[in-house]
């Protein structure tokens, strides 16, 4: 199952990620951080939702983690290897995805092969030898540690398992 922070706040003071700009080739801003996508049952984050404030029709695209590094010019902000044009090609985000698994999973697929041009995995586990910033780890190990709290919060939302029914 799949869950997004949306507006929650963590206890402590832990240095969130979200707010922060996303730069492309060129110095070009993208857009910034404005949510993450992260495995409710491990708390390893799946993507980022990065908000392009307005020039992208959609205004929000989603980038894997492992093609998000620190940026060589702007303290605590991150880059990425896409341009504007790339981007175009993704498939518009409707958080309402998010709500159902099987249609989570249809534009999971779609925005894969927008990306790589395969709709096969491309395994999103964190490599152990991450270009991550120290700064995202420790972001992700907040999101670990506080997965259950996260997930149990009123209104939180994200792609649940279909419900099993009890026959008989």
């Given at each position: 199952?799949?869950?997004?922070?949306?507006?929650?706040r963590?206890?402590?003071?832990?240095?969130?990620?979200?707010?922060?700009?996303?730069?492309?080739?060129?110095?070009?801003?993208?857009g910034?951080?404005?949510?993450?996508?992260?495995?409710?049952?491990?708390?390893?984050?799946?993507?980022?939702?990065?908000?392009?404030?307005?020039?992208?029709?959609?205004?929000r695209?989603?980038?894997?983690?492992?093609?998000?590094?620190?940026?060589?010019?702007?303290?605590?902000?991150?880059?990425?290897?896409?341009?504007?044009?790339?981007?175009?090609?993704?498939?518009?985000?409707?958080?309402?995805?998010?709500?159902?698994?099987?249609?989570?999973?249809?534009?999971?697929?779609?925005?894969?092969?927008?990306?790589?041009?395969?709709?096969?995995?491309?395994?999103?586990?964190?490599?152990?030898?991450?270009?991550?910033?120290?700064?995202?780890?420790?972001?992700?190990?907040?999101?670990?540690?506080?997965?259950?709290?996260?997930?149990?919060?009123?209104?939180?939302?994200?792609?649940?398992?279909?419900?099993?029914?009890k026959?008989?």
């Open positions: 199952m799949y869950s997004t922070l949306r507006d929650y963590f206890n402590k003071d832990i240095d969130d990620i979200r707010g922060s700009a996303v730069y492309g080739p060129g110095d070009e801003k993208l910034k951080v404005d949510d993450v996508i992260f495995d409710s049952d491990s708390g390893q984050i799946q993507y980022l939702v990065i908000d392009t404030g307005g020039w992208l029709k959609s205004r695209f989603l980038v894997p983690p492992t093609e998000v590094r620190p940026s060589a010019s702007h303290d605590d902000d991150f880059e990425v290897s896409l341009t504007k044009n790339q981007i175009e090609r993704f498939p518009a985000l409707d958080e309402k995805v998010l709500e159902d698994k099987q249609k989570f999973q249809q534009y999971e697929t779609s925005y894969r092969s927008s990306w790589t041009g395969s709709s096969q995995p491309t395994g999103r586990e964190i490599p152990s030898q991450s270009p991550l910033s120290r700064r995202f780890v420790t972001f992700q190990d907040e999101v670990v540690r506080n997965r259950a709290t996260i997930c149990d919060r009123p209104g939180a939302s994200g792609v649940r398992p279909e419900p099993t029914r026959v008989g």
